[in-house]
């Protein structure tokens, strides 16, 4: 039991921060932009948050500094594809390869830092049931809030005038446009969004998974939130699950030893990476699904005329 | 009076060009900034950034080693580029590059002879192109997108260095420690100016680039790459296999990347270590735009780019700025060179003239009119 | 305070200036509530700018435009909107991937709740003879009931003026006929409507007065009922129109292309797939397809010429079995195609007209020599293209998309009628080219087909496959009908054809019986 109720807490904590990011490049992506540069942010969110902590000592202001700090990386690509038309798939590579390096520049001074890790939120009476309360009322806030999300997105998505716009700005930015709607605004704001959650993401890393600052320390869980959006058919009830499978993943790696595995620790490292590869490869596959669900303007550039 | 963006007639040839000196010398104002924020006297930083590094017979030899590499993959990647292939995993697949040389290098560890060297680079090319082979296979035949594959395979493929590293590659006599044992003579590059590290491969490298330029520009194969990337229909009309074009366009930059490895572990690394590349890979890509996706745009960019490093080296031990410097300064330059890419096909007007502004409008949405059936 | 007025649209002097282009020039029009106005004119000919100043898309650079009396800046779509004033364009703006309800939504300024939404749509559509399922995607539709939709979207805001926009272009004769009981009943309900269109005997069908432009500026303003299409074609067209000239009997040659019991699955999921294609053409004739767009026509002409594959005998040139080759080895065997969308699939828009010339003609021409492409051979090859077919462009380097379509038309035609292939697939011609290029490229065609070419032309433009076929047909929903000499076709058995039904069923009241737009009193 006790086995058990670690390996699902290691799997929540593993699929928080894909689920963030991945939330934030679907409703990105739904709006018809393709941002690659999720890992720059994700990774610009962690030493922002962490450095945010260590300063003010405070893990709300620390999850706001990330969630900006993300979504002024993506307000970096927003201006450059939508304002300067510049091509999405490069200028997303730009912000991770700039992210990266500018996180690891910011993060000098951070490094060897100790953080405690956020506090556990527990929900009086009903967190000391056992199991059940450990594993569902005993988390940090950041696990609550990526749960919220999911449905708040949702709800955005399929019950709000809002979303309904998002979606036929992604569908047909030319049709959009034609109607009225100003598709840079709400691809912009797409795009914020999308960095914000890739920020909160990256601060899950640094302020909860393992309290510390480490360059590079996404280790491409940015491309992997990238993957998951394929994965989930650009739907949001999937990239829950998605987000959850991936932090199962990270079961085997974390308690390989535990449960007597004897395979190398690289291994076992490689998991996530291959098994992004396998999901890819087994959604996209059907290419006529691919069609059906993905935003049809995504990546597409778009002039606006007026 | 905003600026106001105008599409122009047809793409600015001169912008194609300046582009990129524009967003260098933006980068550079940048980074003075940057410097400032710091607190480091911008003059000093530049200097030992962009000047020092170069200021010597040895500094410009130390230029040409750190770009050979970045030519190498530069060159491979602006083929796939042009074609819509975007293979971002160039890093994985030097990584293959290397641990397939290097394997060579240490099994011919007590021989000696001059086929050694040839199979060294033979092998690395292979093994960056197994690499991307992998990409090609999962694009063609799953239809998987080749930027998350590519960049999945390497982690995946850097892991697998430092297993082996930590495993049957390791140095017998090493005291444990994670690398391998210094390569035997005879699969060492030669040096092609004594007292300096500069060797063989920068040779292969230029060479690589008069090759890339003759196959983009007047052969089918470049002609078909072109095609792909513009159109993929039209290529299709003429009968061009898009599968063939994405196999080719990995493989070769699969093997150069590959080739880059092998020369860079049989160069001026001479083992095999857990980390052979300081991201030459990815700085590819950016030396690949910078280029103007054009081999002898490739060459320059490759250089200015290999000046960042060797800047960033220099400015860490002079300065005791961090090393991080220099990707911050790659980011930018691939930022500002995005951004300055806008005035090749547009120009900017700060005038209000309504009738101008309208034109390019009813323009584009001619244009998407037409694509709506 | 303005005097009351017995015109809801009156618009004075209007003037729109583009680079190098004087669109419209000082136009006048007048339209009173109930009526259906006309406005008629060539491709170019300023319809469009002017009805896009109408409704707010374009910024006019003088003109007065006064509505219900009064006049009015009309700043913005949304604007017009409020003013009253609807729109259907010719290209619809629909999100495919949306459900009707939705999209009716976003185009409505003050939205209701998507079930209110829903009964309003069903009531409008039940209403006025427009049957439409609220809760069904876009991508499942027709092109005649995405029609629908924009005209739903319209109504639902109660308009006084409905601006249309060559509505029929895409729509069978039988639909056309549809669509115009639903707009007379609209005018006698007190709608004006102001109906964009360049074809006359649509006009002479429905329409009360008519105002015609031409090269942007207003010829006239007439009743309609005291026209002729021939004094109503005069006038647009500016010199009285070329009699009607049949195509005499083609002295048919061999058998060059044939397709037997073709079958291709589509690869789109959206596309359609073709089933039991039969179809002849011999040398020295022009076969025509017709057909509503969306039915398949895409899929042949690339089943015909490679880009697709079948099984071998389903696709024979000159009596060898070649379903399994793909372009190229099809090229080299005489076939030339136009594809209907020219950039992006005819030509490549980022690349020179150079090597635009060298996509398709490289193998025939031998343009490739020691395994080096000869550029100057290929920049002749284009500059010769250029000449034979009056390309207007300031050279050869230019990318083909600065082009315009008519000028990069020519261009396509031209690269492959220089080849002098045995058999030319063409589809859709002169779509959105203007009047001078569409009247060469016909001509062109007929005189491929003199020279004994066998060609097939894919078109959805009726009036230009009866003026230059010798024999039709029509596709649908990727099944093709017989083919009829050009003799026995009238505009209402094509109108069956395009829509799957076969004339063997038919007795011939049915087909002569129905007065689809010959209405002309």
């Given at each position: 039991?006790?086995?058990?109720?670690?390996?699902?807490?290691?799997?929540?904590?593993?699929?928080?921060?894909?689920?963030?990011?991945?939330?934030?490049?679907?409703?990105?992506?739904?709006?018809?932009?393709?941002?690659?540069?999720?890992?720059?942010?994700?990774?610009?969110?962690?030493?922002?948050?962490?450095?945010?902590?260590?300063?003010?000592?405070?893990?709300?202001?620390?999850?706001?500094?990330?969630?900006?700090?993300?979504?002024?990386?993506?307000?970096?690509?927003?201006?450059?594809?939508?304002?300067?038309?510049?091509?999405?798939?490069?200028?997303?590579?730009?912000?991770?390869?700039?992210?990266?390096?500018?996180?690891?520049?910011?993060?000098?001074?951070?490094?060897?830092?100790?953080?405690?890790?956020?506090?556990?939120?527990?929900?009086?009476?009903?967190?000391?049931?056992?199991?059940?309360?450990?594993?569902?009322?005993?988390?940090?806030?950041?696990?609550?809030?990526?749960?919220?999300?999911?449905?708040?997105?949702?709800?955005?998505?399929?019950?709000?005038?809002?979303?309904?716009?998002?979606?036929?700005?992604?569908?047909?930015?030319?049709?959009?446009?034609?109607?009225?709607?100003?598709?840079?605004?709400?691809?912009?704001?797409?795009?914020?969004?999308?960095?914000?959650?890739?920020?909160?993401?990256?601060?899950?890393?640094?302020?909860?998974?393992?309290?510390?600052?480490?360059?590079?320390?996404?280790?491409?869980?940015?491309?992997?939130?990238?993957?998951?959006?394929?994965?989930?058919?650009?739907?949001?009830?999937?990239?829950?699950?998605?987000?959850?499978?991936?932090?199962?993943?990270?079961?085997?790696?974390?308690?390989?030893?535990?449960?007597?595995?004897?395979?190398?620790?690289?291994?076992?490292?490689?998991?996530?990476?291959?098994?992004?590869?396998?999901?890819?490869?087994?959604?996209?596959?059907?290419?006529?699904?691919?069609?059906?669900?993905?935003?049809?303007?995504?990546?597409?550039?778009?002039?606006?005329?007026? | 009076?905003?600026?106001?963006?105008?599409?122009?007639?047809?793409?600015?040839?001169?912008?194609?060009?300046?582009?990129?000196?524009?967003?260098?010398?933006?980068?550079?104002?940048?980074?003075?900034?940057?410097?400032?924020?710091?607190?480091?006297?911008?003059?000093?930083?530049?200097?030992?950034?962009?000047?020092?590094?170069?200021?010597?017979?040895?500094?410009?030899?130390?230029?040409?080693?750190?770009?050979?590499?970045?030519?190498?993959?530069?060159?491979?990647?602006?083929?796939?580029?042009?074609?819509?292939?975007?293979?971002?995993?160039?890093?994985?697949?030097?990584?293959?590059?290397?641990?397939?040389?290097?394997?060579?290098?240490?099994?011919?560890?007590?021989?000696?002879?001059?086929?050694?060297?040839?199979?060294?680079?033979?092998?690395?090319?292979?093994?960056?192109?197994?690499?991307?082979?992998?990409?090609?296979?999962?694009?063609?035949?799953?239809?998987?997108?080749?930027?998350?594959?590519?960049?999945?395979?390497?982690?995946?493929?850097?892991?697998?260095?430092?297993?082996?590293?930590?495993?049957?590659?390791?140095?017998?006599?090493?005291?444990?420690?994670?690398?391998?044992?210094?390569?035997?003579?005879?699969?060492?590059?030669?040096?092609?100016?004594?007292?300096?590290?500069?060797?063989?491969?920068?040779?292969?490298?230029?060479?690589?680039?008069?090759?890339?330029?003759?196959?983009?520009?007047?052969?089918?194969?470049?002609?078909?790459?072109?095609?792909?990337?513009?159109?993929?229909?039209?290529?299709?009309?003429?009968?061009?296999?898009?599968?063939?074009?994405?196999?080719?366009?990995?493989?070769?930059?699969?093997?150069?990347?590959?080739?880059?490895?092998?020369?860079?572990?049989?160069?001026?690394?001479?083992?095999?270590?857990?980390?052979?590349?300081?991201?030459?890979?990815?700085?590819?890509?950016?030396?690949?735009?910078?280029?103007?996706?054009?081999?002898?745009?490739?060459?320059?960019?490759?250089?200015?780019?290999?000046?960042?490093?060797?800047?960033?080296?220099?400015?860490?031990?002079?300065?005791?700025?961090?090393?991080?410097?220099?990707?911050?300064?790659?980011?930018?330059?691939?930022?500002?060179?995005?951004?300055?890419?806008?005035?090749?096909?547009?120009?900017?007007?700060?005038?209000?003239?309504?009738?101008?502004?309208?034109?390019?409008?009813?323009?584009?949405?001619?244009?998407?009119?037409?694509?709506?059936? | 305070?303005?005097?009351?007025?017995?015109?809801?649209?009156?618009?004075?002097?209007?003037?729109?200036?583009?680079?190098?282009?004087?669109?419209?020039?000082?136009?006048?029009?007048?339209?009173?509530?109930?009526?259906?106005?006309?406005?008629?004119?060539?491709?170019?000919?300023?319809?469009?700018?002017?009805?896009?100043?109408?409704?707010?898309?374009?910024?006019?650079?003088?003109?007065?435009?006064?509505?219900?009396?009064?006049?009015?800046?009309?700043?913005?779509?949304?604007?017009?909107?409020?003013?009253?004033?609807?729109?259907?364009?010719?290209?619809?703006?629909?999100?495919?991937?949306?459900?009707?309800?939705?999209?009716?939504?976003?185009?409505?300024?003050?939205?209701?709740?998507?079930?209110?939404?829903?009964?309003?749509?069903?009531?409008?559509?039940?209403?006025?003879?427009?049957?439409?399922?609220?809760?069904?995607?876009?991508?499942?539709?027709?092109?005649?009931?995405?029609?629908?939709?924009?005209?739903?979207?319209?109504?639902?805001?109660?308009?006084?003026?409905?601006?249309?926009?060559?509505?029929?272009?895409?729509?069978?004769?039988?639909?056309?006929?549809?669509?115009?009981?639903?707009?007379?009943?609209?005018?006698?309900?007190?709608?004006?409507?102001?109906?964009?269109?360049?074809?006359?005997?649509?006009?002479?069908?429905?329409?009360?007065?008519?105002?015609?432009?031409?090269?942007?500026?207003?010829?006239?303003?007439?009743?309609?009922?005291?026209?002729?299409?021939?004094?109503?074609?005069?006038?647009?067209?500016?010199?009285?129109?070329?009699?009607?000239?049949?195509?005499?009997?083609?002295?048919?040659g061999d058998?060059r292309l044939?397709?037997?019991?073709?079958?291709?699955?589509?690869?789109?999921?959206?596309?359609?797939?073709?089933?039991?294609?039969?179809?002849?053409v011999?040398s020295g004739e022009v076969?025509?397809?017709?057909?509503?767009?969306?039915?398949?026509?895409?899929?042949?002409?690339?089943?015909?010429n490679?880009?697709?594959?079948?099984?071998?005998?389903?696709?024979?040139i000159e009596?060898?079995?070649?379903?399994?080759?793909?372009?190229n080895?099809r090229r080299l065997m005489g076939m030339a195609s136009v594809?209907?969308?020219?950039?992006?699939?005819?030509?490549?828009?980022?690349?020179?007209?150079?090597?635009?010339a060298f996509l398709t003609s490289y193998e025939r021409l031998h343009f490739?020599?020691?395994?080096?492409?000869?550029?100057?051979k290929t920049?002749d090859y284009a500059?010769k293209v250029i000449k034979d077919f009056?390309?207007?462009?300031?050279?050869?380097?230019?990318?083909?998309?600065?082009?315009?379509?008519?000028?990069?038309?020519k261009f396509i035609m031209g690269r492959e009628f220089d080849q002098n292939p045995n058999i030319l697939i063409v589809?859709?011609?002169?779509?959105?080219?203007?009047?001078?290029?569409?009247?060469?490229i016909?001509e062109a065609i007929r005189k491929m087909a003199s020279k004994g070419a066998a060609v097939l032309?894919?078109?959805?433009?009726?009036?230009?496959?009866?003026?230059?076929?010798?024999?039709?047909?029509?596709?649908?929903?990727?099944?093709?009908?017989?083919?009829?000499?050009?003799?026995?076709?009238?505009?209402?058995?094509?109108?069956?054809?395009?829509?799957?039904?076969?004339?063997?069923?038919?007795?011939?009241?049915?087909?002569?019986?129905?007065?689809?737009?010959?209405?002309?009193?």
């Amino acid at each position: 039991m006790e086995i058990l109720v670690a390996a699902i807490l290691t799997i929540i904590t593993a699929a928080t921060p894909l689920l963030f990011a991945a939330l934030g490049e679907l409703v990105t992506e739904k709006s018809g932009v393709l941002n690659l540069g999720v890992e720059g942010m994700m990774v610009m969110g962690a030493i922002v948050g962490f450095a945010a902590v260590h300063y003010s000592g405070s893990a709300t202001v620390a999850i706001f500094a990330s969630m900006l700090a993300g979504a002024s990386m993506a307000a970096i690509f927003g201006v450059l594809v939508l304002v300067f038309h510049a091509s999405q798939v490069p200028t997303g590579l730009a912000l991770t390869i700039f992210g990266i390096g500018l996180s690891a520049l910011v993060g000098q001074s951070m490094i060897g830092v100790a953080y405690d890790g956020i506090p556990q939120l527990h929900i009086p009476v009903i967190s000391d049931i056992p199991v059940i309360g450990e594993i569902f009322f005993s988390q940090d806030g950041l696990v609550y809030l990526s749960i919220f999300m999911v449905f708040a997105v949702m709800w955005f998505m399929n019950k709000t005038r809002a979303g309904l716009i998002l979606r036929a700005v992604g569908d047909s930015h030319d049709a959009a446009h034609a109607m009225g709607y100003s598709v840079l605004k709400i691809r912009f704001l797409a795009v914020l969004f999308g960095g914000a959650m890739a920020g909160v993401g990256g601060a899950y890393l640094s302020l909860a998974y393992s309290p510390l600052w480490v360059e590079q320390m996404t280790a491409g869980r940015g491309w992997i939130a990238l993957a998951l959006v394929v994965f989930a058919s650009w739907k949001v009830r999937r990239v829950l699950l998605g987000a959850y499978l991936f932090g199962g993943i990270s079961i085997l790696q974390l308690h390989a030893q535990a449960l007597g595995i004897a395979v190398p620790s690289q291994v076992m490292s490689m998991l996530p990476y291959l098994a992004t590869i396998l999901v890819l490869v087994i959604i996209s596959r059907d290419r006529s699904k691919i069609k059906l669900n993905a935003p049809a303007s995504l990546g597409k550039p778009f002039h606006a005329s007026r | 009076m905003l600026p106001r963006l105008i599409k122009r007639q047809s793409p600015s040839k001169a912008m194609v060009y300046l582009s990129p000196i524009l967003a260098l010398l933006l980068t550079l104002l940048a980074s003075i900034v940057l410097f400032l924020i710091m607190g480091v006297s911008p003059s000093g930083a530049l200097h030992a950034f962009f000047v020092e590094p170069i200021s010597s017979i040895y500094g410009l030899t130390e230029l040409m080693v750190k770009a050979t590499p970045l030519i190498l993959i530069g060159v491979a990647l602006s083929l796939g580029f042009r074609a819509g292939v975007w293979n971002i995993g160039a890093e994985g697949q030097l990584i293959l590059g290397g641990l397939f040389g290097g394997a060579t290098a240490l099994f011919f560890y007590e021989k000696t002879g001059f086929y050694i060297i040839p199979l060294i680079l033979i092998m690395g090319a292979l093994g960056g192109i197994i690499w991307a082979g992998i990409v090609a296979f999962l694009k063609t035949r799953f239809n998987a997108n080749e930027i998350l594959t590519s960049l999945m395979l390497s982690y995946v493929a850097a892991l697998l260095l430092n297993l082996l590293i930590h495993g049957p590659l390791k140095d017998p006599d090493g005291f444990n420690f994670p690398e391998s044992r210094l390569f035997s003579d005879s699969a060492l590059l030669p040096i092609l100016y004594d007292g300096t590290r500069l060797h063989l491969g920068a040779v292969i490298a230029l060479f690589f680039v008069g090759i890339g330029w003759i196959l983009l520009s007047r052969t089918l194969l470049g002609y078909q790459i072109k095609v792909m990337g513009d159109a993929p229909a039209a290529g299709e009309h003429a009968g061009f296999s898009h599968s063939k074009i994405i196999w080719t366009t990995l493989l070769i930059s699969g093997g150069a990347a590959g080739l880059a490895g092998a020369i860079e572990v049989s160069g001026p690394i001479g083992q095999l270590l857990p980390n052979i590349s300081p991201g030459y890979g990815f700085a590819a890509i950016i030396v690949a735009y910078v280029g103007r996706l054009h081999p002898l745009g490739v060459l320059f960019a490759a250089l200015l780019l290999a000046l960042s490093y060797l800047g960033g080296e220099t400015a860490q031990m002079k300065l005791n700025l961090p090393v991080a410097v220099t990707g911050v300064f790659q980011g930018l330059l691939l930022f500002f060179l995005l951004a300055c890419d806008v005035l090749i096909q547009y120009k900017i007007r700060t005038s209000k003239k309504s009738e101008s502004t309208i034109a390019p409008a009813v323009k584009s949405s001619i244009k998407s009119t037409s694509e709506v059936k | 305070m303005a005097q009351p007025s017995e015109y809801l649209l009156e618009l004075t002097g209007m003037r729109k200036a583009f680079p190098g282009v004087l669109a419209t020039d000082n136009v006048d029009l007048k339209i009173r509530p109930g009526e259906v106005h006309a406005l008629l004119g060539e491709n170019g000919a300023g319809k469009s700018t002017l009805v896009k100043m109408i409704y707010g898309i374009l910024k006019p650079d003088a003109g007065e435009i006064k509505f219900d009396g009064k006049a009015v800046n009309i700043k913005a779509p949304a604007h017009a909107r409020e003013l009253g004033i609807a729109m259907v364009f010719q290209h619809f703006s629909l999100f495919d991937s949306l459900t009707v309800v939705e999209n009716i939504s976003l185009g409505m300024d003050h939205a209701s709740s998507m079930r209110e939404l829903a009964e309003q749509i069903t009531e409008v559509s039940q209403r006025y003879g427009l049957p439409l399922d609220p809760n069904r995607h876009v991508y499942t539709l027709s092109v005649g009931e995405r029609q629908r939709i924009e005209i739903i979207r319209c109504l639902l805001q109660e308009p006084k003026l409905l601006i249309m926009d060559e509505p029929t272009s895409v729509l069978t004769p039988q639909e056309v006929k549809k669509l115009f009981v639903t707009l007379r009943r609209l005018g006698e309900e007190g709608l004006a409507i102001l109906y964009i269109s360049h074809k006359l005997d649509e006009i002479k069908a429905l329409c009360h007065d008519a105002t015609i432009l031409r090269l942007g500026k207003k010829v006239a303003t007439v009743s309609v009922d005291k026209e002729s299409t021939g004094s109503l074609a005069a006038m647009m067209m500016g010199e009285e129109m070329q009699a009607f000239k049949h195509p005499k009997k083609p002295t048919l040659g061999d058998i060059r292309l044939k397709a037997k019991n073709l079958n291709v699955v589509a690869a789109d999921p959206l596309g359609i797939s073709l089933k039991d294609i039969n179809l002849l053409v011999h040398s020295g004739e022009v076969v025509g397809i017709a057909g509503v767009a969306g039915n398949g026509q895409d899929e042949l002409l690339t089943a015909l010429n490679g880009e697709r594959l079948s099984e071998s005998g389903s696709v024979i040139i000159e009596g060898e079995h070649i379903g399994h080759l793909g372009p190229n080895k099809r090229r080299l065997m005489g076939m030339a195609s136009v594809p209907e969308k020219r950039l992006g699939h005819g030509a490549m828009p980022d690349m020179s007209l150079v090597d635009n010339a060298f996509l398709t003609s490289y193998e025939r021409l031998h343009f490739i020599s020691h395994g080096l492409i000869d550029y100057g051979k290929t920049e002749d090859y284009a500059n010769k293209v250029i000449k034979d077919f009056s390309v207007k462009t300031p050279n050869a380097d230019v990318p083909a998309a600065s082009l315009s379509g008519g000028n990069l038309q020519k261009f396509i035609m031209g690269r492959e009628f220089d080849q002098n292939p045995n058999i030319l697939i063409v589809a859709q011609p002169t779509w959105g080219v203007d009047a001078g290029a569409a009247q060469t490229i016909r001509e062109a065609i007929r005189k491929m087909a003199s020279k004994g070419a066998a060609v097939l032309v894919i078109s959805q433009d009726l009036d230009e496959l009866m003026e230059i076929s010798d024999r039709m047909g029509a596709i649908c929903g990727g099944v093709l009908s017989k083919f009829y000499p050009i003799s026995e076709i009238t505009i209402e058995k094509m109108g069956l054809l395009m829509a799957g039904v076969s004339l063997d069923d038919m007795h011939d009241d049915v087909i002569n019986g129905s007065e689809v737009n010959h209405n002309a009193s």
